[in-house]
């Protein structure tokens, strides 16, 4: 059965040799783009990989790309019918783009590769792969409207929002794209996503690459920390700054004393102080917790997700698991909520910031969901700020 459905459900990506090579192509072309980078202790400048097909994604760190491409893998071999995101049908689209030109460009390379892989395409699939990636394409995803996302930041907003309802993409359609873009580590499922794309010996020889420090530079040892500040609000990391004027912004209650590596801040203390400071003062002086919108949902919905969120997970593999002294919410890497007020996750046996427990499953549904819209929009406001910051507004 074709599993991953375009959003009108009439059109399906096939479980063929087509698709799978599509998708092995890709992850190989990512994966001797990571190895290289890790080789060179350096991340690669222009970006690699194979979302840089789709301009948005193209900063997506490799170990997450690979991640990515691996997730919309495993939707496509489930034994049931799914509706692919935005980011799925971009995922597709950057595979098959990148099969079609490794076909083309490499074919001596590409036979071999396959042949080693878990499946055996027909020598006819092999044959005419190269012309068939890009109608794979098309013919199960009737837009390529991913490919404008990245316009939208250089619009006025009032431009990007009518351009947006011109072409019938909401945010929460686009929010998946965020989200990927937002994307920092590895998730756990990877090795099980893998499965079908990669053998169990190619799996294991490629998670020491996934898993590596991102980018490259982490990996080298650097024993000097300097203070700095977090600004919770914009989910920066300041500094270097002296301890005196860190003690004194972390009296703002969403701003807090840090160390840091010297290469690990986000911006200067000085241009947080030209650019953003003003706007975080003025909001902790209105609000005791950052203002969060959390879109409604019926109550059927409600009902459903709370069951799916204590049996299987949600979608993003998160789950309502039953404690000692109430509920707890965990992520599917083993983190559970701490405040959903910062979208704040800690290691269940963190003494100093302990999980949050409620009363019932239903408050913690909600924390949950407080939680993502907490974590979408400081996203949205750190990608502001760093646009200000660099544009020297």
Request: aromatic share 8%.
């Amino acid at each position: 059965m074709d599993m991953l459905t375009c959003y009108n459900h009439t059109l399906r990506l096939p479980n063929n040799d087509l698709t799978y090579l599509a998708f092995r192509l890709a992850v190989q072309e990512t994966l001797s783009d990571l190895e290289l980078s890790l080789d060179l202790n350096e991340e690669p400048d222009p970006p690699t990989g194979f979302l840089t097909e789709v301009p948005f994604l193209e900063q997506v760190p490799l170990p997450v790309q690979i991640d990515l491409l691996a997730a919309t893998w495993a939707q496509q071999r489930q034994p049931r019918l799914i509706q692919a995101s935005l980011l799925d049908a971009a995922i597709i689209y950057a595979a098959c783009t990148t099969a079609s030109r490794l076909a083309t460009d490499s074919p001596e390379l590409v036979i071999p590769f396959l042949v080693a892989g878990p499946r055996n395409p027909t020598p006819r699939a092999l044959q005419k792969a190269q012309g068939k990636m890009d109608d794979l394409f098309d013919e199960f995803w009737d837009d390529q409207d991913f490919l404008m996302v990245s316009d939208f930041q250089d619009m006025h907003p009032d431009q990007a929002r009518q351009l947006k309802q011109q072409l019938g993409l909401p945010d929460e359609y686009l929010q998946p794209l965020y989200d990927a873009l937002g994307r920092g580590r590895v998730s756990g499922a990877i090795s099980a996503n893998l499965q079908g794309l990669l053998t169990d010996e190619e799996i294991q020889d490629a998670l020491p690459l996934i898993r590596a420090p991102w980018p490259p530079e982490a990996r080298l040892v650097n024993d000097t920390f300097c203070r700095g500040i977090e600004d919770e609000y914009h989910g920066l990391l300041i500094g270097p700054c002296d301890e005196v004027a860190a003690e004194q912004e972390a009296d703002c209650r969403f701003i807090v004393e840090i160390s840091a590596a010297k290469d690990g801040f986000d911006c200067s203390y000085t241009e947080w102080i030209d650019h953003l400071r003003e706007d975080v003062h003025r909001i902790a002086d209105q609000h005791e917790v950052v203002p969060v919108v959390v879109p409604g949902e019926d109550k059927e919905s409600i009902r459903a997700a709370i069951n799916q969120a204590q049996s299987a997970g949600l979608m993003d593999g998160t789950r309502i698991v039953s404690r000692d002294d109430g509920w707890g919410v965990v992520d599917e890497d083993g983190y559970f909520l701490e405040d959903p007020n910062v979208a704040a996750w800690v290691h269940e046996d963190d003494e100093d910031l302990p999980a949050m427990v409620f009363s019932t499953a239903e408050e913690a549904y909600s924390a949950y969901r407080r939680s993502c819209a907490a974590g979408k929009a400081r996203m949205r406001r750190r990608e502001e700020a760093l646009k200000r910051i660099s544009n020297g507004e």
